[in-house]
């Protein structure tokens, strides 16, 4: 363990230095004469008017992987400054709903209590976060059974001899400094939730549309259907032919043909999603808006046998690598894309934009991108009114093949960027992120989605000998009123979710109950686009305008330009 220790420490001097010197070199944004900028679109996003009114003209919604609350936030605003740049909170820094505030630092339930990972063990293997065993850790929200059904050590599992009970570990300050420095200037929440239970894709799919049911089985490139063990239910309600995601399945080759060099086999499982999301309504309500995913643009990867032509015959290969701390790793995934899994919205053959002036328009790539071509926006000052920016793997997170500072590069050098652009004084940026991976928190949330599947383990009904829950449900047997879809438990775990802009509260913490699905209904409601309907969660996620300060006579929160090595300013 020294050994891997001091390899991740040297490792982590090499990365920091590059990405320094990447900061450091950040092309300037820069109008080219005669061009537009951002402020001539009217108040839908659209050019020729400067006279729009309203505070939040541009929302970038920063959407990250895999990290409970607790796990960046357990001891929020105090470090230990044993490792790394100290870091001091200021004087009446909000107290968070965190470890220290019930004592379950040192008085905990679960088998093993929390502990701090430091700097040098950014670098984790993944945590199960399967759709059923966030519940069973829930233990009918007692919070106490994580080691026994989230927590993943062994071979091969960077765990730093803790086993299982790594699930327990937390960052703090001198690691995620970052995160926290943007806590301090701006406005976060301690009381917001992933809609749902489950992985990447129901939480990409309820940002999206607020919505994990409409799924339908499609068949692979060679013809198979996938299994639909652990990644959809049964079709619901009875008599349905539809189907609610809870696992990783891919969007259905039809939507989305970009092949990844590692997985030419029939293994995996794809769907179609069925209903409108959040992109339909943009498009009615004539915003630019758009999807952008590093790696999103078709790269070749030296397989002779796959076309890599957009528009060709065969399947484009989405082949780009990066390494960071964690490894080399393609930087594109697809079951993180949620437009991909809807017809209306996909752009199956990765099509670049036909001009970069179309960036935000309806074109032929559909409002989905690489994430360059969001940099290729700023510059020419067309930023779209709204945009989801994913970052390529090996930066968005991911325990097991990205990490924290990896993730705080991404992070500081595109907030950075924006809070230089000339958009940012009617910019609205929200960090947010898909799902806990697993990580332990000490919160549940409240059930505004009751459910009664065979993957439903909220409440246990009966346990064995050793109390391990053998039948459950998530609130039920019967839905909610109003409520007929299944497989949606919720809302899911606790989740980290900040808002930096001018007109963010400062040093805020919000204690109002919130969600995923709460940015879709910001944006839904800032240019007053209505709901989605078809019990999409936005009709019932709580408001994100709490955390925003539009008096007028208020000063605005300053710039805060940070340190992409070190996290500080």
Known sequence: MKRLTTKLRRAGRALAAVALMTAIAAPT???????????????????????????????????QENVSFDHYFATYPNATNTDGTPFTGKAGTPIVNGLFLNGLLTNNPN???????????AVTCDQDHDYDDEQKAYNGRAMNR???????GGPGCPDYGRGQGLVMGYYDGNTVTAMWHYAQTYAMSDNSYGTGFGPSTPGALNLAAGQTWGATIAADKFGNFGSPTGNVTDPTPAGQSFRTVIGDPRPGPALDNCTLPSSQSSTRTYVTMTGRNVGDLLNDGHVTWGWFQGGFRPAPN???????TPGGTGPVVCGSVHSGLAGASYDYIPHHEPFQYYPQTANP?????????????????????????FWTAVDAGRIPAVSFLKAAAYQDGHPGYSDPL???????????????????AHMAIIIAYDDSDGWYDHEAGPVLNQSNTQYDWMFPLKVDANGNPITGNCGGPLPLPGQTFQGRCGLGPRLPL??????????YVDHGVTSQSSILRFIEDNWGLGRLGNESADAKSGSLFPL???????????????????GAP
């Open 29 to 63: 944004v820069t109008r080219a004469a005669g061009q537009p900028g951002a402020d001539d679109r009217d108040d839908q996003g659209r050019g020729d008017r400067d006279d729009d009114a309203r505070a939040i003209r541009y929302v970038v919604v920063i959407f």
């Open 548 to 566: 925003f300060d539009f008096d007028e006579h208020h000063a605005r929160a300053p710039k805060l330009l940070l340190n992409s090595a070190t």
């Open 349 to 373: 053959k990765h099509l670049p934009p036909s001009s970069s002036w179309k960036i935000g328009e309806t074109d032929q790539a559909n409002h989905q991108y690489d994430l360059q071509d």
């Open 406 to 424: 990896d993730e705080q590069t991404f992070v500081t050098t595109t907030i950075n960027r924006l809070m230089s652009s000339p958009e940012w």
């Open 111 to 121: 088998k093993v209590p929390p502990f701090r990972l430091s700097s040098a063990e």
């Open 498 to 507: 900040m808002v930096i802009s001018p007109w963010a509260r400062q040093n």
């Open 146 to 152: 994580f080691f026994e059904h989230t927590g993943v």
């Open 302 to 308: 030296g397989n002779a046998s796959l076309s890599n």
